[in-house]
């Protein structure tokens, strides 16, 4: 079998690439999309063509011989693009990963590295492959040299042999230079004859072969000024002509031997897989395993027994709960690793076992972990109080990135290219065929795990002091799990008899709605059918169509909203929704998750989950009961507290999220209008609408509302017109005027996105990051994202690390009075406890203070509270 010589223009496919795919990136924010599609290609090439031997050629420089005897050579072309020009360097790693020999050279182009490439493998008896973007080295084309040409995307090639060229042109290969000569390329500012496009062209090399013989032949072509072109341009046809040829008699200084390609390393293109963020292509590698990429011997003991020796000051523990809701389900096992070794400890022996027991809630003794919370909550649902924990990798790899703590150990671990660790979906599988694999894969499974953190314990801790966040990880995100662990595992009391209660009220009520609406509609059908609805709506009651979908009318909330005004139906139809929606996931959804045993919901806090740091809430989602309708607020009294004679305390921050604009903003209006305890919108209302204050009127107020907090989530003047309902040019008028009133804001709106742009990423009060890959896109509507996210995310995300600083106060303050009041839920600027009626006159003291002074901003935070027999009546 023939060799076979793969040739690749490396230019051309990167650009190709990068054009063919959207802006992808990975978690650090480097752009990948040509990076991803070159990949993409190389592999199907490698599949198709199984070469021999392999090259990619780049172009050294902008100046080639070209440009000698035509400075304009390529003179029109657009400057890199900076997302291209970045990848790169990523791109040349990978080549090098799959062991293919990359060449440049001085004063030459990639196509004249693989002209001459390209016939000399001819010569000594090699099949040869070209790929490209560029049809120019389609004039290489023999019957053992193919070129390919992209031709839709990335993958799909054209396929050039001398039997095409003439199928496609009309012509040799050896007569595309003339046509390039005749017609010119705009791509490489190759001027050819004015007026001759490829037609022409074509006609006049089919009959007379070559530009030269055209040249020769002026007195039999028609057409005057053809004639009169060709006559006056005969030296620009003939010097494009020159520049279009390709040289194959470059002097390269490597041979075909060097070229020799057998296959890639499986482990170095995953380890860069993995940092590029390409982990669909992970199954492609040869169909390769995690295991058979990574993973090393590792020997461990078993424990049968646990004593002193095992038990050290320092270790990295693993407490295994496979679900995704901790608080229902058993530890499948332990495993610990220090300076004594590796140990796995089956679950029934560490839990029998008082010396374990000891080690575990000794604060002396030093845990790192993955994911404290889980450890915490499981240990304690066994009767263990965990303690001691001074590092979860988790957090670590959250407050470093929060998209890199998307996962488990092994997907962090990854992130640092340590791959000694399986995923737990590889282990356990996942869906319906999730199973407990037998204990001595389950014990490796353990060890890996704990030896991961061990490994990484120290890199991570470096990386967050350069970035000035140790202290957030152990002063704020670390205690803050014990406290959060403590409010899931206490839980909050359900009244359920009063959930049933308020299900057949809202089934009385449905009924009635439906009725009404049938009554509107003049006829019965399904109401949660988009598909009848629509027909009702837009052809029976002849309502205007706002939108329509591949499948018919839009009859999505938006699309009712506006159609409010013009009949009654649409309102009934509307609050159907809303109470079918509580009835199914509040009511219901509530009934499914009360533990028989407790009386209560366990949600779990996700503490590294958002991008802000603001905390999220799960099985079941207490954050989200909607409020801004009667019967939503009414859900909240279903949450009741544990004992008859306690109370539920509620306490929110004021407008916190203005009052840190105001502090970081340094706007000496908005600072004076809340050290004068002034209410904030109706001031605003006054600025933007030029009255006094007795003349602002609650529809301005509203107005001014809208405006102030579309302003910290860097809304837009049509985003405030939708919010609004006035003309967008309204709506900027209001943004215009809210600036001149507060210039500090405007100037900080400015100056955070520069500085996104600079570092790349935006950082709370207390130094927690955001990174915006985004911010520097070409395109407008993701850069514009990405910098309204620049300008809200270092007010919402302090405003988020300000209640966590406050429950971790609070929670020792409580525990300094030694109160039983009890932290129950926190609801974005909210935090609820339960406490009994006599510590309520204390805590009115106690809750604000705390609050209050959680941090020092410019402006002071203020806190309300309510309290009363159920989170509803604590309003």
Known sequence: MANKLVLIDGNSIAYRAFFALPLLHNDKGIHTNAIYGFTMMLMKLIEEEKPTHMLVAFDAGKTTFRHEVYTEYKGGRQKTPPELSEQFPFLRELLDAYNIRTYELENYEADDIIGTL????????????????????????????????????????????????????????????????????ASDNIPGVPGVGEKTALKLLKEYGTIEHVLASLEHISGKKLKENLQTYREQALLSKQLATIHRDVPLTLSLDELAWQSYDAERVATLFQELGFTSLMDKIGQISQEQLSLTDISFVTVQAIDEHMLTKEGALVVEVMDANYHQAPILGFALVNERGHFFIPTDIALASSRFKRWLEDEQCKKSVFDAKRAIVALKWNGIELKGVDFDLLLAAYLLNPTDANGDVAAVAKTKQYTDVQSDEEVYGKGAKQAIPPTNVLAEHLVRKAKAIASLKETYIQELKRNEQFELLVHLELPLTFILAQMEFYGVKVDVDRLEQMGKEFTAQLEQIEQRIYELAGTTFNINSPKQLGTILFEKLQLPIVKKTKTGYSTSADVLEKLAPYHEIIEQILHYRQLGKLQSTYVEGLMKVVRKDTGKVHTIFQQALTQTGRLSSTEPNLQNIPIRIEEGRKIRQAFVPSSDDWVIF???????????????????????????????HTKTAMDIFHVKEDEVTAHMRRQAKAVNFGIVYGISDYGLSQNLGITRKEAAEFIERYFRSYPGVKRYMEEIIQDAKQKGYVTTLLHRRRYLPDITSSNFNVRSFAERTAMNTPIQGSAADIIKKAMIDLANRLHEERLQTRLLLQVHDELILEAPKEEIELLKKIVPDVMENAVSLRVPLKVDYHFGPTWYDAK
């Open 118 to 185: 390209a016939t000399k493998a001819e010569k000594e008896g090699f099949d040869v492959v070209i790929i490209s973007g560029d049809r120019d080295l389609t004039q290489l084309a023999s019957e053992r040299i193919h070129v390919h040409v992209t031709k839709k995307g990335i993958t799909d090639m054209e396929r050039y042999t001398p039997e095409y060229v003439f199928e496609k042109y009309g012509l040799t290969p050896a007569q595309i230079v003339d046509l390039k000569g005749l017609m010119g390329d």
């Open 650 to 680: 509620a306490a929110d921050y004021s407008q916190i999220e203005l009052r840190v604009l105001a502090h970081i903003a340094n706007d000496e209006n908005l600072i004076a209008a809340f050290h004068h305890d002034l209410d904030i």
